[in-house]
């Protein structure tokens, strides 16, 4: 695998260690919105209560903007074989033969 990234300067954590870290980040979440659900079926009013907002989310792997600049990049020049329109060629393809089938019989 390419050390690119990876110096001798920074160690990366073990693996173990940052997959609980990202177990106990969640679980984290899980237990403050249980909480606040829990508190709406007590009666509160939701105004009322400290709802988690969007600072308290994790990060997630895969960066929208970062992403938008990558199909910028790449464009049109590669994709994936399997598309809608080609499903909906098949589709049709099979439709057609089906019809022909029913008239070769009548």
Do not use: C, Y
């Amino acid at each position: 695998m390419s050390q690119r990234h990876r110096t001798a300067e920074v160690p990366l954590p073990p693996k173990q260690e940052l997959r609980a870290r990202a177990h106990s980040e969640r679980q984290r979440i899980h237990v403050e919105l249980n909480q606040v659900a829990q508190d709406v079926s007590a009666g509160l009013e939701p105004e009322d209560l400290h709802e988690p907002g969007t600072a308290w989310k994790p990060a997630h792997h895969h960066d929208a903007e970062v992403a938008k600049t990558k199909i910028a990049k790449q464009g049109r020049s590669r994709r994936h074989w399997k598309t809608k329109m080609w499903k909906r060629r098949s589709k049709m393809r099979q439709d057609k033969a089906e019809a022909f089938r029913l008239a070769g019989d009548a």
